[in-house]
């Protein structure tokens, strides 16, 4: 019986030291020796390999656009080419030539001193090694000089936009990245990083793959020095979790909030939500066939009528309501709304209206009888309108959308299979032209002449959604591309963006708001990038993470009562910022933790006096 | 069959009857699934596909209950007690259809290995059970559904692919000792062939064990199919109640707070997932008369 | 992700034909099928389990900086639910009918009924979303993270997937207890004047035990597809979000992989329960 009994009390002492870990833990935040000031951005896209070669979904451009400088950057205001690393750009009198001039101490984040070499290399680089995100910029044939350390020439074969564009391309390293020159991009993509070298306001230092990601303030950066020293993002697969972050202050900034959350998140006080000007559009695109020989799409799809008809079946407001919770606008033209200067907005009584029933009339007045089980049939071939889409997962609403469409279009007699499916399932329908129709997202730059080009013929089996082959937009196009002229450049970008209005190849669904959420009593002086319903985060440059500054000073005993219930080091905005007002006290009360070592205690008393009692209850079967 | 043989076999399903009856959580179990079996069979007269429509739904989008909408309203303004109502018929069709080839495969699997242990058959089989015993069944069917794509009929196939081992396993040891039983030496000395005493002597033995598992089976069917859909790996064409939380779920129903959307289907399926347990149970209890207790 | 500028130059899906055709060559795809499987083969057993076709990043890497969160999670996850599960089956079984044996035995089942990935959700609901008590998901709070931080993300996720199958184990050990209860050598020991408790001890649960080492085998496989579900809804960054994140991207290499070392994790384990079984039960000879 005794042989229990330093048992027992290993299992008392051992009970009442986790009980007194848990409590000292929960207030152990006083202890905190960290007071760097972070600034934590949550997102829901992860970072799987930092290396700006392998850059591949938002939150990775994110981090590039953060570390990294382009030569000419896309201004705050609105978005025109505006000197970065470049403090001026001219062009020589029939635009082959850009010259540029650098800044004077350009510096990298190890000292090195940054030159117009870096400039040249990279721009060689990217163009010898493919890395096609970087190479539409310069046409064939470019060729870059560097007379001195801060003067860069680069020599196009033919009249370029060049500097004006700009050109989306990070500058980097020459005595980092100069070792890669001819090797496979496989190589350069698995190439380790960490820590960066970069030029930006701030590089990246650690990586903790699939949770977080940290970048610490560039000493070097040429810039103005950022109020934050440290930034991290980190990562929540679930828009669910991100929000809730928000709410108990463990974020400052929700990235890339889905709009299905807006509700949530405008609850929460002491939050604003950035809609961001839609620099995206959804479509419905139409297949017309010829990426392969084996594609069949239907063919009734070619008749613009039957197009016409279904424009006139689809509620873009309701889808607007239903998908996007009201964060979009109805889609119209095909060049951004983002691109303010370039889109064209249709006049709201020439808007192609809601009207089924003309949908209908326009359908029968074609010779689309319906049979027997309500659904057309094509004069032509006798087949059954029915309609295979797939939608794109990596679209958001697209789902949504997808069942909305195939009920307005069941109205006039045509049935709809929408199938979500994989962003890489797309990729293989888009080439094979297995499909009819369907639903996936188009964004690019400012400039118009990358979405407008999209649509052209030559597009067929490489971007063009649908092999729409039609000779006078295919004119439109390559004329805006070549003229120099600012205002003839805007007509005939306009009058394209009609024309495919009106022939409708696909249609633009809605323009869906860039959400972004901020605690505006963590974080202040966000910069919109461009000026008004612009990005905070980087996106088209870091100048909202520069501009950034916590919302109220740094005060100890705040921060101790206001920090979440993490261990030793913490570095996330809730620490110095002063007290979120709406944080629910995070993690459970004292007295939680009090009943649970009680418990605990109980137990193992329960236990102790149980094995010396020889007594017991009668074995009752 | 004579009518002796007819008559026994009445009187032993009475007898089965007299003695399930009074099994409590048997019963408990049945009463559940009947009402969800009526569910299941009175919705398309409950439900008209215009109420159901996305785009023509009556409702208010993200409703909470009200007279009107016992339950609330989906993201398309659909009464989520409809959706509910087309749930169990899409998830109840889906476990049983499942647990149908699961146990075909599984039985058969089971009987032949058991029959032939020992022999390089029985081995392999055995081996193959065992594998697929082994191999964590989501990440079969995960693999599984992404290659076959998310139809329903798919869905149907990778859970019974993923769900006849265990039924195997069990049926094989209970062939095992049925081998070893006179009457099948009695059988084999009189010149019956091996397929004849599998049908007529092996599996009436194992019958009991089969469908006591099956039962149980449709439970683990139901289940996975709720957590493949939560996943978006489901067929999202049909309305099942893993797909009503898959809707819901990303829908924001947990942070905008539409409790009346995401709790229902989940309670709908611990009900009928607990019915088929306890049913199963019941039934094994009630077939082995070792196990049975009050 | 709604649409970013960014996102297009990420034309991941959208690659010019040469850069795609370059990506192919890459990895092997322009090659006939069964080329394309004997390398897969070959490579696996040299351990080269391929390249993430996303983010280029070797698979057996993108599993290795996964695997502690999972096994953070499996592991006391499967503690926590074996360990109230035998506890709370041993008292169960021992006293069949009482009101705690009817009590947990429900409440096993209906555990056992509910599907883990809603569990979670109504727990985050809950916990993190109504009273704020717990992390709303990930890891921790910061990248330094301590050991109490950690263990307050990870305390709404293991509850999650013990309370998933704390009921089988309950279950399991409750009939193996009533089995063994009805066995001669415990009458036996009784007869000889042990008291219940000791019997209990000491003949029954030992004897009761065994099945429970096969139970846990076999559940590693159902708890570690229960991670996927858990880890997805909880953003916890193991192994299941890994899978999940693969499935959305179509990520067969990542797959793969993760098929692999899963079922490895679960044939290994399996061996290690079969030598302890025969260590354990002095009956158990050559199987």
Redesign the interface.
Known sequence: MSVHRPLSAVAIAAAALSGA??VG??G?SAWAADDAT?L?IGM???I??P?IW?????S???AV?LQYDMLMKFSDEDLSASPSLAESCEHNADYTAWTCTLREGLKWSDGTPLTSRDVAFTYRFVIDQ?F??FTSYFPKGSTFETPDDRTIVWNSPEPTRGMDVPP?VYIVPEHVWGTYIGK???EI??AAVLPNVASGPYIMT?A?????W?FERNPNFWGTEPAYERI?F?????Q??M???L??G?IAIAD?L??ALLPAVEAIPNVAVQKIT?????NLAFNFGGQDPAANPLPALKDLRVRQAIVLAIDKQAIVEKAYQGAASPGETIV?P?SVYWHLDIPDDQVTPYDPDQANAILDEAGYTRGGDGIRVDPQTGQPLVIRMPTS??T?GSDIAGQLIASYLSQIGIEVKAQPV??????DLQQSGNFDAYIW??????DPN?QLSVFTSEQC???SDGCWRDATYDDLVAQQASTLDQDERLRLVREAQQYVYDQVPSIVLAY????TAYRTDIVADLTPVPAGDGYLTP??SYTGMVSARPAQLTDPAASASAQ?????????AATTAGEPSS???????VW?WGIAALIILGGVAVIVM?RRG?E?????? | MTSLTWARRRRSLGEFWRIFRRNKRGMIGLAILAFFTLAALLAPLLVDSDDIDPAFAPGQPTQPPSAAVPLGTDLFGRSVVQLLLVGARVSLTVGVLATLGAVIIGAAMGILAGYYAGRPLGTVLTALTDWF???????????LA?ILGPTLLNVIVVIAVTSWALTARLVRAQTLSVREQPFIERARALGATNARILGKYVLPEVSPIIIAQGVLTV?IAI?SE??LS????GDPTSMSW?RI?EEA?VSGA??NGY?WW??P??VC???V??SF??LGYALEETLDPRLR?? | ???????????????????LE?QRV?FGLDQPLITQFGVYVRETISGNLG????????VWE?IL??MWPTLLLVGIGTILAAGIGVLAGIRGGW???SRFDSGSLYTS??L????????G??L??LF??L??????????????????????HLALPVLALALGYVGQFLIVMRSSMMEVKAQPYIDLA?AKGL???DVRRRHAVPNAILPIFTLV??S???I???A??IE????W?GIG?????A??????PV??G??LI??AA??FA?LVADVTYGLLDPRVGAT
Do not use: C
């Open positions: 870990v848990f833990g929960w152990s972070t934590t829901t896209v992860g799987d390999n290396n392998a850059v591949n979904s938002t990775e451009w994110s656009t493919g096609s995100y989306w496979t991009n496989k993509k698995q650690e903790v793959p699939g949770q977080s940290t991290v980190r990562l929540y697969t679930n669910e979790a929000v809730q972050a709410k108990n463990e890339g889905e709009s839609a620099d995206s559009w959804v951004r983002l997962n990596d958001p994989s962003a890489g399932k797309m990729y997202y188009w964004t690019g730059d400012p990358y089996g490489d971007l869906p708001n860039s959400l996106s088209y979440p219930a993490s261990g030793d080091s913490g570095g996330d944080t629910s006290t995070s993690g459970p009360p939680l149980r020889t017991d209850r009668p074995d009752t079967h | 015993l082994v191999i964590p069944w989501l990440v079969l069917a995960i693999v992404a439970a289940l709720t957590t939560l996943l978006g790996l893993g939380i779920f947990m942070s409790w995401i709790i289907p989940g399926v611990i009900l997932t607990l347990t306890l207790q009050g | 992700m709604p649409g970013d500028p960014i996102a297009l130059l990420a034309r991941s899906q959208r690659l010019s034909p040469e850069a370059l890459a390249v993430s076709l996303i983010s280029g990043l070797p993108l900086s996964r006293r069949r009918g089942m209906v056992y009924s509910t599907p883990e990935g809603w569990l959700m109504l985050l609901i993190a979303g009273l704020g008590w717990f992390p709303a998901g990930g890891y921790s709070s910061s990248t330094s993270s301590g050991t109490t931080d950690v263990a307050m009784r008291t219940d408790p085998v076999i590693v496989g159902f570690l597809g229960g996927i579900v997805t809804v909880f953003s960054p979000l890994l899978t999940y994140e499935i959305q991207t179509l990520d067969y797959l793969q993760v098929f899963s079922s679960v044939i399996s």
